[in-house]
């Protein structure tokens, strides 16, 4: 049972989410014969203010990231 986990700011909309699980279940269910009803794909929405890279938050608390 393989498990795709997407960790992305918490701005994406469920059609978004909706789309992006469809299109990863097809390539993996393509490229490996697996059957689709056995893979995951689990979504981890994270606020910008709790996102960090090089040591700079994207955003910090009550600050619009954009």
């Known amino acids: 049972m393989p498990v795709i986990r997407v960790t992305w700011f918490n701005d994406k909309s469920d059609s978004v989410k909706a789309e992006v699980a469809a299109e990863f279940?097809?390539?993996?269910?393509?490229?490996?014969?697996?059957?689709?009803?056995?893979i995951h794909v689990v979504f981890e929405n994270v606020s910008p203010c709790d996102w960090a890279v090089a040591g700079e938050l994207f955003a910090r608390p009550g600050e619009d990231p954009a």
């Open 25 to 38: 279940t097809r390539v993996l269910a393509e490229k490996t014969g697996m059957d689709s009803q056995w």
